[in-house]
């Protein structure tokens, strides 16, 4: 059993988000040894505006979940 499922889901959501962070640093940094700042400066732009796209799509997910769970009457029943 993995000791980051033992911990609160609150505290397991901020490390998860630390862990991308640091990943995301870390790739930039690393990134920067190799070409020009403003290409850095691009990727990181791209990576920002992907995980955006990819977090509102997600939202509307959730939401038309929500809507069709809502306006749907439950499976057994027809009415």
Request: no cysteine.
């Amino acid at each position: 059993m993995s000791s980051l499922s033992t911990l609160d889901p609150r505290l397991r959501l901020h490390a998860a988000r630390l862990a991308t962070v640091s990943a995301f640093v870390a790739s930039l940094v690393f990134l920067g040894f190799l070409v020009p700042f403003w290409i850095v400066l691009i990727v990181a732009g791209t990576m920002v505006v992907i995980a955006r796209v990819v977090r509102a799509f997600r939202a509307a997910a959730r939401k038309v979940d929500q809507i069709l769970a809502e306006e749907l009457p439950p499976s057994g029943r027809i009415g």
